[in-house]
């Protein structure tokens, strides 16, 4: 199958898919059938993960508001599938479970089953609610424990003024945060696990997920004022294998902190949320003992905007965050694996979106990254000591479902049409936008039990 015949093919594909979404498909359906809510009124756009007010408050009261009917288990399934095009061919037969392809994915033009998960997402008990995802990679060819966070929160008074607050148990730092600049609910929600991407990243972005576990307590206070302190602790090599990969990369000794401190008013429909949030951690790199440690300390700031004054209809959204992190690479430098002792490095966030109708959703985004110049360390792709990368994300999502005159409650889909472009790229401009990409991607939820 030549590439122009794939391209089509798995356009004609993914339409077929849109109008059987009534018969298979919805953003956690069990969540929408415990609550007996439509998808939109959490959701922006009428799919996740992107909050609105009402979905805010749905996680901070620890996911266990229902209508109070009977209903069966909170089960949801989930599974996306898509297709990167990148302007220069890739390397091919890397990947084992193309689509299309014999021994691996092709240069160009690959069809993908993402991913593919199972969730419980709801209640509980009366008053501790959650979701558990466990998620098939078709990437990587391997099941994993995925996203988790179980809450109990109860509310009071102090000083006059009411509070709600409660305990989180979850498996990686930002993972109970209410909003959507912070890294494991940023835009964009999805992307391409076979084209290329920048080498370096911090930790806090997301490169813990699924890599620890952790407990921690949160406030929120007079509707204004925000505070979450989590502890965490890197799995073992043991468990990593069980949840995981057996090659588990860099592990996480000791106890790892975590905090958030956030203050959010809403002003004639204009909500606002400011905010700072910070982890240290100690990482052994690659898993090896032998060097000692390295330490990484994340610190950032966020910012949203939300137009609220039309939430049956038309919603604008903005997300930023600008994180700092510190590197100690006591262990790095002693194996020989970095050219400094310490370094630094720096990421940048922007992204706005419109839902028109909670059906159509363009959102753009910028990004930048950069750090301290370090060959050995970042091990760019260029053969660059840089870490720098910036660009941009283009995005037009479709969601037909998950609105109260939806003919169907209990399954949603999305269809986006993404573009990531470059202007600098692992530390260098000449050649960048080679890997800029082009990402069709189908996302289907919904929940056998109704």
């Given at each position: ?151 109990h929160s109860f509310e009071g008074s102090a000083f006059g003024k009411d509070y709600v607050a409660g305990f989180t148990f979850n498996n990686s730092p930002t993972m109970a945060d209410l909003w959507n600049s912070t890294p494991i609910w940023g835009f964009p929600y999805n992307g391409s696990s076979v084209a290329p991407g920048p080498v370096a990243s911090t930790l806090i972005d997301a490169g813990q997920q699924s890599k620890v ?238």
């Open positions: 199958m030549n590439n122009s015949k794939t391209f089509f093919a798995t356009a004609a594909l993914a339409g077929m898919f849109i109008v059987s979404s009534s018969q298979t498909a919805q953003a956690l359906p069990s969540f929408a059938m415990q609550t007996g809510q439509p998808c939109q009124a959490c959701h922006v756009g009428a799919f996740g993960p992107q909050l609105k007010p009402f979905g805010r408050d749905f996680k901070l009261y620890g996911y266990v508001n229902s209508d109070e009917k009977p209903h069966q288990l909170p089960i949801a399934a989930m599974f996306y599938t898509s297709l990167t095009h990148t302007k220069q061919d890739q390397a091919a037969g890397q990947n084992p479970m193309a689509l299309f392809g014999d021994a691996g994915n092709r240069e160009n033009n690959n069809l993908e089953l993402d991913q593919a998960s199972i969730y419980y997402a709801g209640r509980i008990t009366p008053t501790v609610g959650g979701f558990m995802q466990i998620t098939y990679d078709g990437v990587g060819n391997q099941f994993n424990l995925d996203n988790t966070d179980i809450r576990v952790g407990v921690g307590g949160y406030m929120m206070y007079n509707d204004w004022v925000y505070l979450e302190g989590d502890v965490y602790k890197g799995l073992g090599a043991k468990v990593m294998q069980l949840v995981e990969r057996p090659n588990m990369g860099d592990t996480y000794p000791g106890a790892i902190p975590y905090a958030k401190i956030a203050i959010q008013h809403d002003i004639k429909h204009n909500y606002f949320e400011l905010g700072a949030y910070g982890l240290s951690s100690g990482v052994y790199p690659g898993g090896d003992l032998s060097h000692g440690r390295n330490k990484y300390t994340d610190l950032a700031l966020d910012a949203n905007y939300q137009y609220t004054g039309d939430l049956e209809h038309n919603m604008i959204s903005a997300h930023s965050t600008l994180i700092h992190e510190h590197q100690n690479l006591d262990a790095s430098f002693a194996a020989g694996n970095s050219s400094n002792p310490s370094d630094n490095l720096n990421t940048f966030r922007a992204d706005v979106s419109y839902s028109r109708n909670d059906t159509w959703i363009p959102t753009v985004q910028v990004f930048q990254t950069w750090g301290s110049q370090d060959a050995l360390h970042w091990g760019t792709s260029t053969g660059s000591a840089s870490p720098n990368s910036r660009g941009y994300v283009a995005e037009l999502a479709y969601v037909p479902l998950g609105k109260p005159d939806s003919f169907i409650n209990w399954g949603n889909a999305r269809l986006a049409l993404q573009y990531t472009g470059y202007t600098e790229f692992d530390g260098t401009h000449t050649g960048a936008a080679n890997n800029n990409t082009i990402y069709l991607n189908l996302w289907i939820a919904f929940t056998p039990f109704r």
